[in-house]
Nanobody, 128 residues
């Protein structure tokens, strides 16, 4: 049974940075795409970024392009989300999720319905 555990959230001032970590277990990352999603109070969940099972394909929401970077360390079974130039609009609970594609792919999907395993989430608050 796969498991994902997020960490790295917290309170940061506008313009600041955070790096979120998603430690995975029970998956072979070579065959698993990982996505980061967020949900703010009163809003529906939205995709932030994803990385394909090959590790070479990434995709981002338009709202975070140029500010956020998704990466992975396969040896540590960990996927990271580096977030720079944060604003209040980035405040949300951030969750990582796994799409067990059972293949090596250079692309990923931002559709949450394809992700079968989810972490518990970590709160990111951007405020002065």
């Amino acid at each position: 049974q796969g498991r994902l555990v997020e960490s790295g959230g917290g309170l940061v001032q506008p313009g600041g940075s955070l790096r979120l970590s998603c430690v995975t277990s029970g998956f072979r990352l070579d065959y698993t795409a990982i996505g980061w999603f967020r949900q703010a109070p009163g809003k529906k969940r939205e995709a932030v970024a994803c990385i394909g099972s090959s590790g070479g394909g990434t995709d981002y929401a338009d709202s975070v392009k140029g500010r956020f970077t998704i990466s992975r360390d396969k040896a540590k079974s960990t996927v990271f989300l580096q977030m720079n130039n944060l604003s209040a609009e980035d405040t949300a609970v951030y969750s990582c999720a796994a799409d067990d594609v059972n293949d090596i792919r250079d692309f990923c999907s931002k559709s949450p319905v394809l992700y079968d395993y989810w972490g518990q989430g970590t709160q990111v608050t951007v405020s002065s």
